[in-house]
């Protein structure tokens, strides 16, 4: 059985900006505030923000004096933070760009003393795209600079709930998130130095993130390392059960009956 694909999340994000002039409220997060302090304690001037939303971050830094480069892929977004940069006159400080975390950051080596992305890296992004996204982060930020994410943990209520799409992403009432475990964030963190990770709520869903401070390890990013295949013997069955568990038209019993036939192959080796 075929999956529905998911609504074109660019697309949906716009909407979503247009119809909601604060979606995320009109106060700057506490994670923000929080990576402000650490800026200032480590006289960080320039902050690359990833997937900067309505700017209610990119707004707090470059009120507080920090020049922050600012890139989100919509379109929609990046005028709408130019526009209050004006209003506010924080043109100087801001520079907003429509940009996809999926492409090569358009910045030289080191040109950031730190990099902050607040719920970006649980996108729609496979974690083959969040790898290569964190070491483009590696290349433009300086060594020993602070790279500061959150993402939606697996401790969500909405994990595991919506439509999964591939790996741990889902959508979820037309948002795809991608929700994380510890041991994915120690998998990502290679090239970084990571210094802590710790949980976090936010929003009156609420929404439970990993928030991740990372710092930039000297020297180029390490070759990845040769990739092992582990045989998982479940992975040949995945679409048969999907299948099962969205068939309608089949009995509980008979799904179990299904998956308990499907799991006995997997482990005979069939
Ligand atoms: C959950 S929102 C967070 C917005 C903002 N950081 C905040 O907390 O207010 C995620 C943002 O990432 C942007 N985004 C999603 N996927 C992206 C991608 N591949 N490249 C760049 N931006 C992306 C969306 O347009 C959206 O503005």
Redesign the pocket.
């Known amino acids: 059985m075929g999956k529905r694909p998911p609504k074109d999340?660019?697309r949906h994000?716009?909407e979503v900006?247009a119809r909601t002039p604060a979606?995320?409220g009109e106060e700057p997060?506490g994670?923000?505030r929080r990576a402000l302090e650490r800026f200032r304690a480590e006289g960080v001037g320039t902050v690359l923000?990833?997937?900067?939303?309505?700017?209610?971050?990119t707004l707090l830094f470059a009120e507080n004096g920090l020049r922050v480069t600012a890139?989100?892929?919509?379109e929609h977004?990046v005028r709408e933070l130019e526009e209050t940069a004006r209003a506010r006159s924080l043109s100087g400080r801001i520079e907003a760009r429509i940009?996809?975390?999926?492409d090569p950051l358009p910045f030289p080596d080191d040109a950031f003393d730190a990099c902050y992305?607040?719920?970006?890296l649980?996108?729609?992004?496979t974690e083959a795209?969040i790898a290569f996204a964190l070491t483009e982060i590696h290349r433009v930020v300086r060594p020993g600079g602070p790279v500061l994410y959150t993402v939606r943990s697996d401790h969500d209520k909405h994990y595991r709930a919506g439509t999964r799409l591939r790996e741990d992403i889902y959508e979820v009432g037309g948002?795809v998130v991608h929700f994380f475990t510890e041991e994915k964030i120690r998998r990502l963190a290679r090239g970084y130095d990571l210094e802590v990770i710790e949980r976090m709520e936010e929003g009156n869903l609420p929404r439970d993130l990993y928030v991740v401070t990372l710092r930039r390890r000297p020297g180029p990013m390490p070759d990845q390392p040769e990739v092992t295949t582990v045989r998982n013997p479940m992975k040949k069955f995945e679409g048969f059960f999907d299948a099962v568990r969205e068939n309608p038209a089949l009995e509980p019993k008979t799904r179990g009956l299904l998956f308990l036939a499907a799991s006995l192959s997997a482990g005979c080796g069939l």
């Open positions: 999340q660019k994000w716009t900006y979606f995320f997060s994670f923000a923000e990833l997937g900067f939303g309505q700017g209610r971050d890139l989100d892929y919509s977004a940009h996809d975390v999926r992305a607040h719920m970006l649980c996108m729609e992004l795209e948002f």
